[in-house]
């Protein structure tokens, strides 16, 4: 069976390409025979191979080995965050959390953000003063508009007031190097450039914790469940290769995006914000998002309208409505630079995307 693609991707926030040291990395695993469950000599095997693996992402973040516990991606490391450390405590999060976050807790406080996107550290502080343990949600960069959280500050935060923190670390970890010690972070494989299927939740220390899924006790009876080494395998190899990329490369590709978009009358959602170096979010006022997305499919270049959790369906972006748009919100694109990209098709896509505003204007 055939499938058809565009031919330029560039939505790398839903899923990067695999990387081919993650490839190599899969393909290595997928040779070998064992249950890292088993004492004999494959399991032993299979086991070295697991804990190298965890030793990559607990050295990457500062912190031991034994605080990363895989889980099957970024959402399940999200709930299981909130299932070992929320219960018993007022569960603040930010009005742009992901919906792996919002969902899990429909009735936690919410944190605004100004107009850039940033999160309110004022109202946080507030928030955090008022009596009862808290336990804060916040993302390290939006999944949307690529904008940064103030992590130093809302960590300072957290610790005048003995709140505990957990950093949605899905988008930037690889794509910017971030202090996140001290607290809970959840990462996904596939949005580094490994395969679908595997990610972790670092702990802020060694201790045990209450498993959402208990099963037979893998991952120190943090997480249930046969371990996905394939996956894994490659998550630690793709985290090692986008740690090695120059993303100033990425920015300086975006920002010819973020210029040309804007000579067209374009609004890039959190300009002036700092950001991921490869994200920008372009409003088209007056033009849906829809109509943008078939046309600028039909000319060969694949975006998106926001998250890729969302069924498929184009509906008003709740990340950009918290930042006070109101139609923009259902009149935004996604563009996310994969690793790969290439200068040829940024400026296919600028080309394409300056064909589509003259087109719509002249309807």
């Not at 046309?295 to 006070?324: P, R, W, Y």
Request: proline residues 4%.
């Amino acid at each position: 069976m055939t499938f058809l693609s565009a031919q330029t991707y560039l939505d790398a926030n839903a899923t990067e390409p695999l990387r081919p040291e993650a490839r190599e990395a899969v393909i290595a695993a997928l040779d070998l025979v064992g249950n890292p469950s088993s004492v004999h000599a494959f399991g032993r095997a299979v086991r070295r191979a697991l804990e190298e693996a965890r030793s990559v992402f607990g050295h990457g973040f500062g912190r031991d080995p034994d605080q990363c516990v895989f889980t099957s991606g970024g959402t399940e490391a999200n709930a299981l965050a909130l299932h070992a450390y929320g219960a018993g405590r007022r569960v603040l999060i930010g009005a742009t959390e992901h919906d792996a976050i919002r969902r899990v807790v429909p009735g936690a406080e919410i944190i605004p953000v100004l107009r850039d996107g940033v999160l309110d550290c004022a109202v946080l502080r507030e928030k955090l003063a008022e009596s009862g343990p808290a336990f804060v949600c916040v993302m390290a960069a939006n999944n949307e508009t690529g904008v940064l959280s103030p992590l130093e500050d809302v960590h300072a935060l957290c610790r005048e007031f003995g709140a505990r923190l957990h950093v949605d670390a899905v988008q930037s970890a690889g794509r910017i190097e971030q202090s996140l010690e001290g607290c809970s972070v959840a990462l996904s494989g596939h949005k580094m450039g490994g395969p679908k299927g595997a990610g972790a939740l670092l702990l802020p220390d060694a201790e045990s914790i209450d498993a959402l899924m208990p099963g037979g006790g893998q991952e120190r009876g943090r997480r249930g469940g046969t371990q996905a080494l394939p996956a894994i395998m490659g998550m630690a190899a793709a985290f090692t290769a986008a740690r090695e990329q120059d993303w100033s490369v990425v920015d300086g590709l975006r920002a010819q995006i973020d210029a040309a978009v804007q000579r067209l009358g374009a609004r890039v959602a959190g300009y002036g914000a700092a950001r991921l170096p490869n994200t920008s979010n372009v409003i088209l006022d007056g033009v849906g998002a829809q109509i943008q997305l078939m046309t600028l499919d039909l000319a060969g270049f694949a975006v998106s309208a926001g998250s890729a959790c969302s069924s498929g369906k184009v509906a008003a972006s709740h990340v950009l409505t918290a930042m006070g748009e109101h139609d923009g919100a259902t009149q935004a694109l996604r563009v996310s630079l994969p690793w790969n990209v290439q200068n040829v098709q940024v400026d296919g896509f600028i080309a394409a995307y300056e064909q589509m505003v003259q087109r719509l204007r002249k309807a």
